[in-house]
């Protein structure tokens, strides 16, 4: 069964970074595009980064030049590099593996950003 599970989440004051991690598994990881996806309180889950399978790289304009993704196929692992955080970046951020338009989504882990 495919399951992603998130982590590294947590409460930073603005400026400071922060790492998400997000393991797979039941998927076969290297052919999926990965991507991280946020949602704030009131608002709709909006794409924050997404890396092909084939390491083509998109971000939202919101976090360019802040945020990286990167994966790791030997790990089934895609991570989020925050750095440069600020409040309005506080979200759920959720990992999302997409192959052939089937979606699959992880719980979501909390990053709250103080100013």
Same mark, same amino acid.
């Given at each position: 069964? +495919?399951? %992603?599970?998130? !982590?590294?989440?947590?409460? &930073?004051?603005?400026?400071? !970074?922060?790492?998400? !991690?997000? +393991? /797979?598994?039941?998927?076969?990881?290297?052919? #999926?595009?990965?991507?991280?996806?946020? $949602?704030?309180?009131?608002? $709709?889950?909006?794409?924050? /980064?997404? &890396?092909?399978?084939?390491?083509?790289?998109?971000? +939202?304009?919101?976090?360019?030049?802040?945020?990286?993704? !990167?994966?790791? #196929? /030997?790990? #089934?692992?895609?991570?989020?590099?925050? #750095?440069?955080?600020?409040?309005?970046?506080?979200? &759920?951020?959720?990992?999302? +593996?997409?192959? %052939?338009?089937?979606?699959?989504?992880?719980?979501?882990? $909390?990053?709250?950003?103080?100013?």
């Amino acid at each position: 069964q +495919a399951q %992603l599970v998130e !982590s590294g989440g947590g409460l &930073v004051q603005a400026w400071g !970074s922060l790492r998400l !991690s997000c +393991a /797979a598994s039941g998927i076969i990881f290297s052919i #999926n595009d990965m991507g991280w996806y946020r $949602q704030a309180p009131g608002k $709709q889950r909006e794409l924050v /980064a997404v &890396v092909t399978s084939r390491g083509t790289i998109q971000y +939202a304009d919101s976090v360019k030049g802040r945020f990286a993704i !990167s994966r790791d #196929n /030997a790990k #089934n692992t895609v991570y989020l590099q925050m #750095n440069n955080l600020k409040p309005e970046d506080t979200a &759920v951020y959720y990992c999302n +593996a997409r192959l %052939l338009g089937v979606e699959r989504w992880g719980q979501g882990t $909390q990053v709250t950003v103080s100013s």
